[in-house]
């Protein structure tokens, strides 16, 4: 079975461009998470799809960052425009729909903005 | 509000010595506590959890944790490590209720093992 997907595996933008994360969560998993880590510091959450509906964005920075999750499958994450500070590791996180199911990780996506 | 606690951000050992990660949480309501690594080019990986049940978890690669609730502690143990487990350690926590991927992370733990 395919584990978590997550595409480009690095990424390096000028400041002011676009760009879009892609993950592909696991094959029936209802539950989809973003999370970054900038450099030094914690891994952070930033939101949770349940299928297509976002449950929590509250860890979503600022309004130049936008996550869909069109028909409850795939997911992808826009930062527009990319600022300087928006540089880090963006990681996927996949679960089945129950409660008590672990979450698994994608490779992560390493974005760098100069 | 809930923070985790990584007290060593890199921890050097030899092969074959016991090494012990530390990690120490505060929280109000009642958690779930894990354990996840992240080896060289790869992405995060579970290593062990505590829901309910014996405070002393077993995961995998030999690893064990020990949920200490008076101390809000959550050390990771192995007895004798190997090169292999030169990696990234992260230790998390979950509001008990929660889904278990709305995890808070500690910043790391950098374990390497030389030779």
């Known amino acids: 079975e395919a584990g978590v997907t997550q595409f480009p595996s690095h990424s390096v933008i000028e400041k002011g461009q676009t760009v879009t994360l892609r993950c592909d969560p696991i094959?029936?998993?209802?539950?989809l998470y973003w999370y970054r880590r900038v450099m030094g510091k914690e891994i952070k959450f930033l939101l949770h799809f349940v299928k297509e509906s976002k449950q929590d964005e509250s860890g979503m920075p600022n309004n130049r960052f936008l996550a869909e999750r069109t028909g409850g499958t795939y997911s992808t994450l826009k930062v527009q425009p990319a600022e300087l500070e928006d540089s880090g590791v963006y990681f996927c996180?996949?679960?089945?729909?129950?409660?008590?199911?672990?979450?698994?990780f994608g490779q992560g996506t390493r974005l760098t903005v100069v | 509000a809930q923070s985790v606690t990584q007290l060593d951000s890199q921890v050097p050992v030899f092969e074959e010595a016991p090494v012990e990660l530390r990690c120490n949480y505060s929280s109000s309501v009642s958690v779930y506590l894990f354990w996840y690594v992240q080896y060289p080019n790869q992405g995060l990986q579970l290593l062990l959890k505590y829901l309910s049940g014996s405070t002393l978890v077993k995961g995998i690669n030999g690893f064990e944790a020990e949920f200490n609730k008076s101390q809000t502690s959550f050390h990771l143990r192995k007895p004798s490590v190997h090169i292999s487990d030169t990696a990234e350690y992260f230790c998390?926590?979950?509001?008990?209720?929660?889904?278990?991927?709305?995890?808070?992370f500690g910043r790391g733990t950098q374990l390497t093992v030389w030779p």
């Open positions: 998390a926590v979950v509001y008990r209720g929660s889904t278990l991927g709305r995890l808070y």
């Open positions: 094959s029936g998993h209802d539950n």
């Open positions: 996180a996949s679960s089945l729909g129950q409660l008590n199911t672990e979450a698994f």
